[in-house]
Every structure is written in structure tokens, then in C-alpha cells.
């Protein structure tokens, strides 16, 4: 967390840095911020050229960032630099490899540890201090990786990693006092990768080790002044501990990489009460099932949020970032969880989504949510599989086309209707997905997609909804109808991935004249994916397609002939 303008009015925000393009809905490289009451992103200048990998907090409200990177926003820093709010500035010639973390000192020195051997051109194994203007190294510094610093109230300095010595005493984790360095008892038997302390000031290592002190503690371990002890039988041998936080109540929050805690069940981060584990809801997991939780914040809040190499939390897509209530996982930022695949506007102004996602900003939303102008809304108890279309009634009821079986928990065969409280089918609906909707000047509804069937008959990928009975458009087409609109004539068009309709050579579009379909020009072949028609009358048409043999993503129909459409110049 980072308050951009300390003691003025701006709320803190979350900064999240690592190794990203986006955030949200924002382009952004290697860092963001995330505001957790308006749920923006926003960059800071023009981000890192590299990879993020330790973040902090200076005392005159600066940020720090260190990692594997030259420039930041275009100034020159090499792997760690300083972020004012507006502008980004070096620290001096900074250091010559990365930087793994990052600790603001009490007197406003700067700390950084890594794999570096040389800090502003002078002699600095892995760890090494800015006082503003210079870079020294902390004594004899460490033969191997710095993975973790944490200040103390004192102003002493912690240090944990893969090192054995530090110019003197230290396995894995040792203690700096400004000018020399001490040990904790015996160390560890591995790396120490994590660092917090309680609020009685007890110290938390958390790492890749199996004994702390010579006493078996599983990859976490407590120092209470004078010995390590173990938090109950910790995370089991494959696991390793790479973030920690305590929470307002006191309790402990681990993250990295395990199944169990204290041999219970926990994808990758748990809670310790003081006497036990307990699981996080179904945690975070992945393709590796678990992934890593690599880096965890509180918001003021409460909250916890974590960040990883992961790709679910508690059920939820949430792409590498979760949050944690205290009782469920919710998504950070306002967007969604998976594809969206359809919009449309209600009579009320209001924007309804539709696709493969279950989450909607916060909201819980299965397939179908609503934008009310502040956030998005769960609408009418959602659908039980994607949502792949809408269109608008006559009357304003929204008619929504997909895969699903049920809307609302009632029966409805891939086609539905809402009239704004309730949910019902449309007969007996499609035998298989619909992917595209449109309202005709009768009433009527075209539906097309990848069905067989509609209200029990033979249709072949469409056909229309009179308000009682479903009926076709001649024998249908060979393929899937992915997209239909109406000309200004009335006539239908549909778009797809078929070959003929109506039994004619049509290609990829093909045009209902009321008594048959009809081939449109030399035809588009391929993948015609979606259409529009403009004001002119002129139809546009985008997928992946073919058009006199050259391949078009984008084509125009002025109701004589097809012409690509190949730069921003051309006014659609």
C-alpha cells in the first residue's frame, strides 16, 4: 500500500509490480496501481523496461522498486529506482544485477539486496545502502542471494536468503546492527525467501527450510528473542513459504507454495490463529495446481490481497491477482473473469454483458450481469453456460441466446426471454448453441447458431421465433451461423462458417430475400464473425475471411460488390 500524497487527500493505493503488460484493462510494464474504492488502474509514467521484483516505501512517501530493469520511465536505473508520485529518478548508477528486495530505513536510507556484486561502481556482495547521495556496502556483505530484508523498530535490519555468512555468522537469515553482523541461534537448513514480524515482536522466516535452530519447522519458523520454534507441523516437505502478513487481529497469513498446512488441506496460503491452520476458502491454484502465491498487502480494509504465477482463487479466474475477505476470494478491478462475448442497452439506459465470466467486478454474476451506471450488478439470478448473444424485443425484453439449459433456475434451451423480473423460454428453444440474435420490424426473432433444430423441428443453424411457434429460412445452411442482420429492405443476412444455403453455393454470407437465399456478389469465404449495418445502408462484415482470394479481416457490402477494408482512414 502507498498513499501517493501522504498526508493530503488522495487515498492509498495498492501498487502491484512483477512481470505484466496490462492490468486490468490498462497497458502498463512491470508496475500499477489499483485503487480499491473506485477499482482503477492506473500506470505509473511509463513503467520499467524489465522485470519488478521488490517494492517499498520510503519515509518521505517515495517508492521504491527494485528488480531487472535499465530504465524507468525512460530515465536510466539500473534495477532500482524511485517513483515521487510524478516522475521517476535513479539512485545513483544504481547496481549491476537484480535486486530482490527492497527495505526504507527508519533514517531514510535505502537497503537493497540481490545477486549483485557492485553498488554505484563500488564493491557490494548482494547487499548494499543508499544514504541519498552514496552506495556502501553493509560490512562484508553475503557469498550468495539476499531474497528478503525487513527493518526493525530499532532500526537494526534482518536479511534472509540462500547465504551461509554474512563476513561473519549467519545460515540462511542474519541480523545487521548498523555495523556488524549477528545470527539467529543456528539458522536454517534452507532459504529463508520471507520476513514479518508479530505485533509482539516475534519474528516470522518463512522459506524453503525443514529445521530452524536445529527444531524441525516446516519452510516457517518463529524467533522469539532467544529461540526458534515451529508453527505446528507447517506446510509439508515440497512447499516452500514466499509472503507473509499479519492481519489486524494478529493472526498470521502464509502464502507460496504447499497443499497442506499443520497436515490439513490449503492451496497455497493458510491462516494461523495463534494455536492452528486453517484454510482460505479452496485458496489459489492453477495449471500446476497449486501456483505460487509470490507477494501479499493488506488494504485498510482488512482485505488481503495476493499475487502470484496463479490462475484461480477460490473458484474465480482472477489472472494472477485475488482478493481475500475473510471469507470468500473476489477478483481485484472491475472487469470480468472470462470472455465476454455480447453487449446490448436496455430501454433504461442500463448495459447488460453477456459470455463465459462468473464474476463481474465484485459482483457474482453466472453469464449475465447489468451495468447500473456505478458497478455491475447480478441480473435475474444469471444462466447455467456462456452467453453468446441478445437482442431487443419490440416491447424492450431482452431475448438471450447461448449454451445454456436453464435461465434464472427455470428451463430454457439455449434461447430465453426477460421481461424485467422474470425469466421464460421460447418454446421448446435450440438443440444446440445459439450465437446470434436480431429483432425483425414485425417482432420477430432470427436466431442463428449451431443448432440442428429449433422447437423440435428441422431448421439447420436458423431460424425464427414468431412469438408462439419457431419455424426455417428454406433448408438452413451447411455451417455454423455466427452472426445476422437485417438490411434496410428487410432482407436477412446471415454470416458463418458455411459453404451453401438453402442448398445454393453462397460461401461465408449469404442474404434472405423472404422466399430464398442468395449468394452476395463473389461472396466472402471462411469465417465471417460479426456485421454491422451502417447508416449509408452499407454492410460491414469482420472475421477472418477471403475475398476475391486475398485474405480480409474487414469488408464492406454497398449492395453491388465487396471491398476490404484496410486502415482507420476508411469511415465505418
Known amino acids: 500500500m502507498w498513499d501517493p500524497d501522504g498526508a493530503g487527500p488522495a487515498q492509498p493505493v495498492l501498487v502491484v509490480a512483477g512481470d505484466f503488460e496490462m492490468a486490468g484493462n490498462i497497458i502498463t510494464s512491470g508496475i500499477a496501481s489499483y485503487d480499491p474504492v473506485t477499482g482503477a488502474w492506473s500506470t505509473l509514467g511509463s513503467g520499467l523496461d524489465g522485470v519488478a521484483a521488490a517494492l517499498a516505501v520510503a519515509p518521505?512517501?517515495?517508492?521504491?522498486?527494485?528488480?531487472?530493469?535499465?530504465?524507468?520511465?525512460?530515465?536510466?536505473?539500473?534495477?532500482?529506482?524511485?517513483?515521487?508520485?510524478?516522475?521517476?529518478?535513479?539512485?545513483?548508477?544504481?547496481?549491476?544485477?537484480?535486486v530482490l528486495a527492497v527495505a526504507a530505513m527508519p533514517n531514510g536510507d535505502v537497503v537493497v539486496g540481490g545477486n549483485f556484486l557492485t553498488a554505484g561502481g563500488v564493491s557490494?556482495?548482494?547487499?548494499?545502502?543508499?544514504?541519498?547521495?552514496?552506495?556502501?556496502?553493509?560490512?562484508?556483505?553475503?557469498?550468495?542471494?539476499?531474497?528478503?530484508?525487513?527493518?526493525?523498530?530499532?532500526?537494526?535490519?534482518?536479511?534472509?536468503?540462500?547465504?551461509?555468512?554474512?563476513?561473519?555468522?549467519?545460515?540462511?537469515?542474519?541480523?545487521?546492527?548498523?555495523?556488524?553482523w549477528s545470527q539467529f541461534g543456528t539458522g536454517m537448513d534452507g532459504a529463508v525467501l520471507s520476513l514479518a514480524q508479530m505485533p509482539n515482536g516475534d519474528l516470522i522466516a518463512g522459506g524453503q527450510f525443514n529445521n530452524a535452530g536445529g527444531q524441525p519447522a516446516s519452510k516457517i519458523a518463529r524467533w522469539n528473542g532467544t529461540a526458534w520454534s515451529a508453527f505446528g507441523s507447517g506446510m509439508g516437505l515440497v512447499a516452500e513459504v514466499l509472503a507473509l502478513s499479519v492481519l489486524p487481529s494478529g493472526d498470521l497469513v502464509a502464502g507460496g507454495l504447499f497443499t497442506t498446512a499443520g497436515g490439513s488441506p490449503a492451496r497455497s496460503i493458510a491462516q494461523w490463529n495463534g494455536v492452528a491452520w486453517s484454510a482460505l476458502g479452496s485458496g489459489v491454484y492453477g495449471q500446476l495446481n497449486p501456483e505460487r502465491i509470490r507477494a501479499m498487502a493488506l488494504l485498510p480494509s482488512g482485505d488481503v490481497v495476493v499475487g502470484g504465477s496463479f490462475s484461480n482463487a477460490g473458484g474465480l479466474n482472477v489472472r494472477h491477482l485475488a482478493r481475500w475477505s475473510g471469507s470468500a476470494w473476489s477478483?481485484?478491478?472491475?472487469?470480468?473473469?472470462?470472455?465476454?462475448?455480447?453487449?446490448?442497452?436496455?430501454?433504461?439506459?442500463?448495459?447488460v454483458a453477456g459470455g463465459s465470466f462468473r464474476q463481474a467486478g465484485a459482483a457474482v454474476a453466472d453469464h449475465i450481469a447489468r451495468w447500473d451506471g456505478t458497478g455491475w450488478q447480478p441480473f435475474g439470478g444469471g444462466v447455467d453456460a456462456a452467453v453468446r448473444s441478445f437482442a431487443l424485443a419490440s416491447n424492450g425484453d431482452l431475448i438471450v441466446g447461448g449454451g445454456f439449459l436453464n435461465a434464472g433456475g427455470f428451463p430454457a434451451s439455449r434461447v430465453a426471454r426477460w421481461d424485467g423480473s422474470t425469466w421464460s423460454p421460447l418454446g421448446a428453444g435450440t438443440s444446440g448453441n445459439v450465437f446470434a440474435l436480431v429483432t425483425l420490424a414485425n417482432g420477430d426473432i432470427v436466431a442463428g447458431g449451431a443448432f440442428l433444430q429449433a422447437g423440435g423441428i428441422s431448421v439447420n443453424r436458423i431460424a425464427r421465433w414468431n412469438g408462439a411457434t419457431w419455424s426455417g429460412f428454406g433448408s438452413g445452411m451447411n455451417g455454423a451461423v455466427e452472426c445476422v442482420a437485417v438490411l434496410a429492405n428487410g432482407d436477412i443476412v446471415a454470416g458463418g462458417s458455411f459453404t451453401t444455403a438453402g442448398g445454393?453455393?453462397?460461401?461465408?454470407?449469404?442474404?434472405?430475400?423472404?422466399?430464398?437465399?442468395?449468394?452476395?456478389?463473389?461472396?466472402?469465404?471462411?469465417?465471417?464473425?460479426?456485421?454491422?449495418?451502417?447508416?449509408?445502408?452499407?454492410?460491414?462484415?469482420?472475421?477472418?475471411?477471403?475475398?476475391?482470394?486475398?485474405?480480409?479481416?474487414?469488408?464492406r457490402w454497398n449492395g453491388a460488390t465487396w471491398t476490404s477494408i484496410a486502415n482507420a482512414s476508411d469511415d465505418v
Open 504 to 555: 445454393a453455393t453462397t460461401g461465408s454470407i449469404a442474404r434472405w430475400n423472404g422466399a430464398a437465399w442468395l449468394p452476395m456478389g463473389a461472396g466472402l469465404t471462411g469465417y465471417v464473425k460479426a456485421m454491422v449495418v451502417l447508416r449509408n445502408g452499407n454492410l460491414v462484415a469482420a472475421g477472418s475471411m477471403y475475398l476475391g482470394g486475398y485474405s480480409v479481416d474487414v469488408a
Open 124 to 180: 557490494a556482495s548482494r547487499i548494499a545502502r543508499w544514504d541519498g547521495t552514496n552506495w556502501s556496502p553493509l560490512g562484508g556483505g553475503m557469498h550468495t542471494q539476499v531474497s528478503c530484508l525487513l527493518p526493525l523498530p530499532n532500526g537494526d535490519l534482518v536479511a534472509g536468503g540462500h547465504f551461509f555468512f554474512t563476513g561473519g555468522p549467519g545460515n540462511r537469515i542474519a541480523r545487521w546492527d548498523g555495523a556488524t
Open 331 to 351: 477478483r481485484v478491478g472491475t472487469g470480468f473473469d472470462a470472455a465476454v462475448h455480447a453487449f446490448a442497452r436496455l430501454p433504461s439506459g442500463d448495459i
Open 60 to 98: 518521505n512517501g517515495d517508492l521504491l522498486v527494485g528488480g531487472q530493469f535499465s530504465s524507468a520511465g525512460g530515465v536510466p536505473a539500473s534495477n532500482v529506482a524511485r517513483w515521487n508520485g510524478t516522475t521517476w529518478s535513479s539512485m545513483g548508477s544504481g547496481v549491476n544485477a537484480d
